[in-house]
């Protein structure tokens, strides 16, 4: 089997990842995540032919978003500067010996 290209992820994640997720959180109109923001996250990480990392991803930006919400009582708005800052980018590799 070919792996999952990066539009392909985009597809998935936004039309079967998030509405499981949302449902899993029990999360209706409080956090909303914009197609732009799930781009982000697809596009600002390397690349797997897998889905596991991006629902990983997903999954901490719903709850974070669910419990700032909960903290605020206000809808919150996931767009990608805010992915950028909630999720943590995976470490650059190192080129060389190690210590």
């Given at each position: 089997?070919?792996?999952?290209?990066?539009?392909?992820?985009?597809?998935?994640?936004?039309?079967?990842?998030?509405?499981?997720?949302m449902?899993?959180?029990a999360?209706?109109?409080q956090?909303q995540?914009?197609?732009?923001?799930?781009?982000?996250?697809?596009?600002?990480?390397?690349?797997?032919?897998?889905?596991?990392?991006?629902?990983?991803?997903?999954?901490?930006?719903?709850?974070?978003?669910?419990?700032?919400?909960l903290?605020?009582?206000?809808?919150?708005?996931?767009?990608?500067?805010?992915?950028?800052?909630?999720?943590?980018?995976?470490p650059?590799?190192?080129i060389g010996?190690?210590?």
């Amino acid at each position: 089997l070919s792996a999952y290209g990066r539009e392909q992820q985009v597809e998935i994640g936004w039309s079967y990842l998030l509405p499981h997720l949302m449902m899993r959180f029990a999360v209706d109109d409080q956090v909303q995540i914009s197609l732009e923001a799930m781009t982000a996250l697809v596009v600002n990480y390397p690349h797997t032919g897998g889905l596991r990392q991006l629902e990983q991803r997903l999954a901490s930006v719903v709850a974070r978003g669910l419990r700032r919400h909960l903290e605020t009582r206000r809808p919150v708005r996931i767009d990608p500067d805010t992915v950028a800052a909630w999720v943590i980018p995976p470490p650059k590799p190192t080129i060389g010996f190690m210590r």
